[in-house]
C-alpha cells in the first residue's frame, strides 16, 4: 500500500541540472546524500534586524535547478537568506533511493541541522516555507521544534498550497487512516510559531478548505492573518498576483519574524550596556 501511495504521490521531473560550485551536499540519518544550495542576501543596512534564512521545501514536481531562479528573486524581493534543499530520489538525489515520506522528514532534518550546526543560525532567525509537498516535511519539523526541550522553535512557518493530509486531498476523513501520509493537521497543533497560510480559492488539486481547516487546528497564539486569494489555482498564486503575494509575505516578516528579532537584540543591546 505504501509503496503504491508513493508512486502516485511523488512526481519527481527529469532532473534539471544546477552548476556544481552553488551546491552543498548533506547526508541525511537514513544514509543518504542529498543537494541544497544556499542564496545569501546582501544586506547593506547595518541597523537591521538579524538576517532571517528560509528553509525553502518545494512542490511535487520541482527540484532544486527549476527553483533556483525564482529562490533568486525571493530572496531580493524578501531580503533574505534561502536555503533549498531536494528529496531523495528528486533531482541529483535520483540515485540515492525513493522519496517517501520518512526519507523527505530525514531530508529536511538534515538540512536544518546544516543552518543550526553548521552555519550557526540560531532558530528563531529560521523560517520553514513549504508549498504543496513541501508543506509535509515543513508542519513536520515546526511541530518538532516546538515540542523539543532542548531546542528552540523556529521563527515563523508558511505553507503555501497546504493539505491537510494525503489521504484527505481525496477522501473527507475526520481522522487519520492507517496508511496516510504527511499528516499535516496532526502536526499543525503543536507548531508555536507564527504561521502564514497562503491558498488560492480555486485550487483543484489542493481545495482551499484544506488551508482553512488547517488556520482552524493553530493555536490561537501562531495565527497570522492568511491570504486567501480569489479566482486563484494551485499553482499561479505568485505568477497571477505577484505583487499581492510579495507585499503579504514582506508584512508577515516584518512584523512576526523581524520585529520579536529586533526586540531581541535591543534587549541584548542593553543588558551588554548595563554590564559594562
Known amino acids: 500500500m505504501g509503496n503504491l501511495v508513493d508512486s502516485i504521490l ?7 541540472r544546477l552548476k556544481e560550485n552553488k551546491l552543498i551536499w548533506l547526508q541525511t540519518s537514513r544514509g543518504h546524500r542529498i543537494p541544497a544550495f544556499h542564496i545569501e542576501y546582501n544586506n547593506t543596512n547595518k541597523l537591521a534586524a538579524p538576517p532571517i534564512t528560509i528553509l525553502y521545501s518545494h512542490a511535487n514536481a520541482e527540484d532544486l535547478g527549476c ?3 525564482w529562490c533568486k528573486y525571493l530572496s531580493r524581493q524578501l531580503k533574505v537568506n534561502i536555503f533549498a534543499y531536494d528529496y531523495t530520489g528528486y533531482g541529483l538525489a535520483t540515485e540515492e533511493g525513493k522519496p517517501n515520506e520518512a526519507n523527505c522528514y530525514s531530508d529536511i532534518d ?4 546544516y543552518l543550526r550546526f553548521q552555519l550557526h543560525i540560531p532558530p528563531e532567525q529560521i523560517v520553514l516555507y513549504g508549498r504543496s509537498l513541501g508543506s509535509g516535511p515543513s508542519c513536520y519539523l515546526a511541530a518538532e521544534t516546538s515540542v523539543a526541550r532542548d531546542e528552540q522553535t523556529v521563527g515563523g512557518l508558511i ?3 497546504p493539505f491537510l493530509s494525503v489521504f484527505r486531498i481525496v477522501l473527507e476523513s475526520g481522522c487519520t487512516l492507517l496508511g496516510d501520509q504527511f499528516p499535516n493537521v496532526d502536526y499543525i497543533p503543536n507548531v508555536e510559531a507564527p504561521t502564514l497560510l497562503i491558498h ?7 481545495p482551499v478548505h484544506h488551508s ?3 488556520y482552524q487546528k493553530l493555536q490561537e497564539e501562531s495565527r497570522t492573518p492568511p491570504l486567501f486569494i480569489d479566482e486563484m489555482g494551485h499553482n499561479n498564486v505568485q505568477l497571477v498576483v505577484r505583487d499581492m503575494f510579495l ?3 514582506k508584512n508577515y516578516l516584518d512584523r512576526y519574524v523581524r520585529a520579536p528579532l529586533m526586540r531581541k537584540a535591543a534587549a541584548a543591546g542593553r543588558i551588554s550596556r548595563n554590564r559594562r
Open 10 to 16: 511523488f512526481q519527481p521531473p527529469p532532473p534539471s
Open 67 to 69: 527553483i533556483y531562479p
Open 110 to 113: 538534515a538540512a536544518y541541522d
Open 159 to 161: 505553507l503555501h498550497a
Open 200 to 206: 488560492g480559492k480555486v485550487d483543484k488539486v489542493v
Open 212 to 214: 482553512r481547516q488547517l
Open 247 to 249: 507585499d503579504h509575505l
